[in-house]
């Protein structure tokens, strides 16, 4: 797919909330453009806020908001009462890392388990982000949160291998920073029955202390340095996408450093840090390759 | 007309069975368990054609009858106890978003410690949460008012969640008679489904978004509006319902209470031990009366005031407690007589917590414990 | 800037106005205000240098990047919040960020 296949329609309005950079705006806007008819669930969360103030909406599809534990439970709801009436639509719940990995594991892990047709998109901003930058499960080693002023000493709550546990229809991980793989991925899920997840590396100017303009660049870092892997889950076999392919070998993965110092969410980190992180980095990309 | 002999539980599964819900998404929870057992079993021999989502939990229940709301279908839980402070916050969520559905919660002791038998503290302290409450004595009025509940729910002015309140193991697990109408006629009083707003491509609503100060409070007051409403459609559905069944309920029960100067007031199915009480007294002499609170949400003052209208004291037996401050029922009733310029006597009673029976010969002791009018909260039968 | 082809997508349904009585919202450009004043500094595009590869317009998380039928692109001035991503993505440097006035 090339960027002028990318549908031309505009379902996701200008003049939102969201911080200028955001990249889960972005990733709406692309999420609207790969799928025709969705129905949205957002639980509390930016995204919450994204949307805009009574009376107006950013979104010019039915978007439901709920508490931040229940995305997967009111997917399934939607999802279910859809079916029963015969009504059309594609129900995406999109969440926060905080509302999945956290509070929200719970009602997804449920949806999962009973297969009810939903896409979920945990968009992964890496923090608590819209109660003003907290750590959440989601949240790397060693970067700081309001809550981890240090930096955080725990590693990352991988939810994609979570969710490959449930043994889903159709699983992935992606980037705002790569727009085509999105939609691509998006494309795929809908063609499947059951439960599709999907996790899409979201970057926050104001939570990861880079200017508005570098999001998409820190994205692609986070990708060619080997931390990011974009992968895909379906019919019981895992493959590497195309994109992060050639950094499954460590020579040709730019320096972690690299993608640490862009960011001034990472300025306290230590060299042991950075040696644990690659080494995590290594560690992750074996683990994969059990699946593959 | 069917008549069957079930218990409380099967009575509302029935009436589920006749309403058609499209979603059901509930949690198992004793003493509800029986109720979505039976659904389940109806939908398994093909006797109900709804769609029972298995959730994972009782907020997930509320979340997906939520979802389920919102995209226009009618739809059903039940719960009891923790499960409904597990929900707590969705309750407050789908009241205030305006979501028709009903929900049927078997009454339970909170922990801790705990205990799995009768009292009313979950039911009662949801009476915030923006939710009709409506508490039956018997099975045959839990058949009755599960079905109604549909209709008061899903009405144009009303557009609120009902919460229907019955005993647990006194009603779920006791077996009684119970009449219930053709299917034909109950179809007519439900009807389908009309939605005022649904989640479709043809109006893409959002629902819930960020509200700012300038209009939050006028939200709410319509809520309180369509509240006020409440009280007609339920007084009207009741009538309708009448005409079908033969049998009218009213938002407050009056059992001798005419001309009575000693009055009983109660909730649930331990009325039926107060009216005992009172027809004993009525043979000593003492007119008495029991008024049973059915509709506790949305507080029916003037039928109220209406029933206890020359009444000298007061008896409020309630199976709950609001720590740090004793009856609640016994505080919304003084409120009441306060605003009419009423001043009878009203001593509150907290009995029958933790499952502890209440007999007549308690509510007999506690009528005449009232006559003595030495204010202040009781707890019956404590044993210290 | 909302013209004609502006790919915006617009939905017109009544609501009879009980989004004055229920929490419901309607679609609707600027849902968070005049986005456009958030700005300090406002991207401009050299049109002679661009090669309309849509990096930009892929790229943009506001929608304010307008993408016309032989897909060139312009801003929409209205909404935009200056973050400078279209800016910093595109390759010929077609973009520069100048500063708000």
Known sequence: MLLKDIDRSEKWLPGNAACPGCGLSLGMRLMAKAIEKPVVV?????????????PKSSATFPLLNIAMAGAGAAASGIANAYEMLGKEGTVVAWAGDGGTA?????????????GDNIIYIMYDNEAYMNTGIQRSGSTPHGAWTTTTPEGKREFKKDVSLIMLAHNIDYLATASVSYPTDFIEKLKKAQQHKGTKFIQLYSPCPPGWRIDSSKSIEVGRL?????????????????????????YADPKRRKPVKMYLSAQGRFSGISDDDVKEIETEIDKKWEFLSKFQ | MATEVMTGSRSVAMAVKY?????IAAYPITPQTEIVEDISTFIANKELSSKFIKVDSEHSAMSACIGASASG??????TSSHGLMYMAEAVYWAAHARLPMVMAVATRSLAAPWSILNEHTDFMIQHSSGWIQIMVEDNQEAFDTAVQAFRISEEEHVQLPVMLGLDGFILTHTSMPVSMPDAAEIDRLLGKRKSVFSLDQETPITLGNVIGAEHFMEHRYRIFEAMNNAKRVIADVDKEYAKISGRSYGLVDCYNCEDAEEVIITMGAS???????SDRMRKEGIK???????????FPKEALLE???GAKHISVVERALSVGIGNILAHEIKSALYDAGERPFVKGYIAGLGGRDITPDDYEKIAKSTMNMQSGDEWVNLKL | MADEKDNYVKIEFDTKGIELSMPISKPDFGSGGKTNEWRIERPVIDQDKCIKCLLCWAFCPDSTIIRHDNDSVDINYDYCKGCGICANECPTKAITMKEEV
Not at chain 1, 45 to 53: I, L
Not at chain 1, 102 to 114: F, P, V, W, Y
């Open chain 2, 73 to 78: 279908a009618r739809t059903f839980t039940a």
């Open chain 2, 19 to 23: 309403a058609k819900p499209d979603i």
């Open chain 1, 102 to 114: 956290d509070i929200g594991l719970q009602s997804l892990s449920g949806a999962a388990e009973r």
């Open chain 2, 288 to 298: 008495c009366g029991v008024v049973r609170l059915r509709v506790m949400r949305p």
């Open chain 2, 271 to 277: 009325s039926g031990d107060a009216k005992v009480a």
């Open chain 1, 42 to 54: 957002i639980p509390a969360s930016c995204a919450s806020v994204v949307q805009g103030a009574w």
């Open chain 2, 307 to 309: 029933a206890l209208r």
């Open chain 1, 222 to 246: 986070a990708v060619q340095t080997g931390m990011w892997i974009l992968y895909e889950y379906e019919n019981r076999k895992l493959s590497i996408s195309q994109i992060s392919k050639p």
